[in-house]
Nanobody, 131 residues
Framework: QVQLVESGGGLVQAGGSLRLSCAASGRPLIDYIMGWFRQAPDKEREFVAAISRGGGVTYYADSVKGRFTISRDNAKNTMYLQMNSLKPEDTAVYYC????????????????????????WGQGTQVTVSS
């Protein structure tokens, strides 16, 4: 079992920045592909970004590419999402997810994360971007 807790959400003006954190406990983070998803009101949950077990491979949704950066610190069992140049359409509840990546190549694991989501999810943190 992996427990995930997000933090860092809040209210920010368009063009501003926020840094989300996802703290993991229960098992070593190194075993897991990590990802961020978001869900806006009246919309389905969508993929935002993912990062490989060692952090060397990342993948982003087109809507955030060039503005968001995903990273992880396995020694601290923590993942991050640096969000810059925020837009009102980025307003959503942001969730972190973990998927066991042992036995998969980074590409395979990324595909599973983007298509199926995580084995474990956090409770979410609200991000609101005002215009």
């Amino acid at each position: 079992q992996v427990q995930l807790v997000e933090s860092g959400g809040g209210l920010v003006q368009a063009g501003g920045s926020l840094r989300l954190s996802c703290a993991a406990s229960g098992r070593p983070l190194i075993d897991y592909i990590m990802g961020w998803f978001r869900q806006a009101p009246d919309k389905e949950r969508e993929f935002v970004a993912a990062i490989s077990r060692g952090g060397g491979v990342t993948y982003y949704a087109d809507s955030v590419k060039g503005r968001f950066t995903i990273s992880r610190d396995n020694a601290k069992n923590t993942m991050y999402l640096q969000m810059n140049s925020l837009k009102p359409e980025d307003t959503a509840v942001y969730y972190c997810a973990a998927r066991n990546g042992v036995g998969f190549t980074p590409a395979q694991a990324m595909g599973l994360m983007t298509s199926r989501g995580g084995d474990y999810w956090g409770q979410g943190t609200q991000v609101t971007v005002s215009s």
